[in-house]
């Protein structure tokens, strides 16, 4: 049950990332050629993300209530949805409608973000950052596929750019909708009574370790949303680099995020998660310092490369971190609180993306995550001796 849970939940991480690749490399440029206000031009990125945020409450709630495995499938059925209206949207050329579609595909995303969560409820509880890291790895392949589509499936529709390859997009969630249908029960939904000694919601969220859980990830996401959103529209439309050249650091990029993942557990598991964050939020501060080096594509790649590995070594124990900090009980409020506050943060920066591009450019832009960069670190060394950090498998769910 273990293997086949995550090789799943691998194969639909991969599907998830592809689909997400595509659409926010082509989001800013569609939006740009759908609308002559180019400050907007990143909006239905952004608001997909906004989307993610709104529903992180709700889709802890309904895999509360149905199961992961009914509320993932359902999430993937949203997809197909989303996917078809996006190229139905661009073959009118309709910017509302594909803002709405986009909005739409942040419902799966939402959804996608709770498999690292199925992965550690699949997995021995020593292994937790070990499952997290083997099916964040999925990812890997999203990030060869994705590029793949945008640039072979540009005209696979005559004369109507980029449907084709939101088609494919369709299909492969469809395939995602069948994988979800052989995914075996996990291991914490065998609890009779899941609310049966759980502690109140603002004991949880005042844990030292918790509130530096949530804080790892919240600014890991919201340093790479704000700074991946703006790339695309940064390299292809302000500074005239080709399609083949923004996708190919955009593909390095999500390949930097998702490659750690090879080691990422063993790390945690040998350095421990503070340490891991801590590195983490080193390498989110040398990309902005890197992006502040210049505008050739060098830099562009350096900062999106570091920009990813940053991401995830301060994410995965952020989420790692966060498994100390509540009891099975207490599973699907707390996920729903840490969801929340990374992907609302996640929704803000992604809407600032295309403001401050526009308005004040690409330095502005990578300047400014790095004064909560360095809160992060400050935070991780005043929780480093924790009973919760020092002594994790004990309290792992």
């Known amino acids: 049950m273990i293997v086949r849970n995550l090789v799943i939940l691998f194969f639909c991480q991969l599907i998830s990332a592809t689909g997400a690749f595509v659409i926010i490399m082509l989001g800013g440029i569609i939006g740009s050629s759908l609308t002559d206000a180019q400050a907007l031009a990143t909006l239905p990125v952004s608001l997909m993300v906004v989307t993610t945020a709104i529903t992180a409450i709700p889709a802890t709630t309904l895999m509360r209530r149905i199961g992961r495995k009914a509320g993932s499938l359902i999430s993937s059925l949203t997809a197909v949805s989303a996917a078809l209206l996006m190229a139905y949207a661009i073959a009118h050329e309709h910017f509302i409608l594909f803002i709405v579609s986009t909005a739409m595909f942040g419902i799966n995303m939402a959804f996608t973000q709770q498999y690292r969560f199925a992965a550690v409820e699949s997995a021995p509880p020593k292994h937790a ?43 492969l969630f469809g395939v995602q909708a069948l994988l979800f249908m052989a ?18 919601l603002r004991e949880i969220v005042r844990q030292p370790v918790f509130i530096m859980a949530v804080l790892g990830g919240t600014v890991a996401y919201g340093t790479m949303t704000l700074i991946m959103t703006a790339t695309p529209l940064s390299m292809n439309v302000h500074d005239g680099y080709s399609l083949q050249e923004t996708a190919s650091v955009i593909r390095s990029h999500v390949l930097a995020m998702y490659v750690p993942s090879l080691i990422s557990g063993f790390l945690i598991e040998r350095v421990g998660t503070v340490k891991m964050m801590a ?46 900090t509540y009891t099975p009980q207490e599973r699907f409020t707390a996920q729903g609180v840490n969801e929340l506050a990374v992907f609302g943060t996640s929704a803000a920066a992604s809407l600032l993306a295309g403001t401050v591009i526009h308005f004040y450019g690409w330095f502005a832009l990578v300047i400014l995550p790095a004064p909560v960069l360095l809160l992060v670190l400050i935070g991780l060394f005043l929780v480093r001796r924790n009973t919760l950090v020092r002594r994790p498998i004990a309290n792992i769910v």
């Open 279 to 324: 590195a983490g939020a080193v390498a989110l501060f040398a990309a902005c310092v890197i992006g502040l080096q210049g505008h050739d594509l060098v830099h562009y790649w350096y900062t999106l490369v570091l920009l990813g590995v940053g991401w995830n070594f301060l994410y995965i124990g952020g989420t790692t971190m966060l498994t100390y």
């Open 129 to 171: 950052g070990r499952a997290i890291s083997l099916v964040l790895l999925g990812a890997i392949g999203g990030a060869m596929l994705g590029p793949e589509l945008v640039t072979r499936g540009e005209y696979w529709v005559e004369n109507v750019q980029y449907v084709g390859a939101l088609y494919a997009v369709a299909a």
């Open 183 to 200: 995914l075996s029960p996990l291991r914490l939904e065998a609890q009779d009574d899941e609310h049966q000694g759980a502690r109140p």
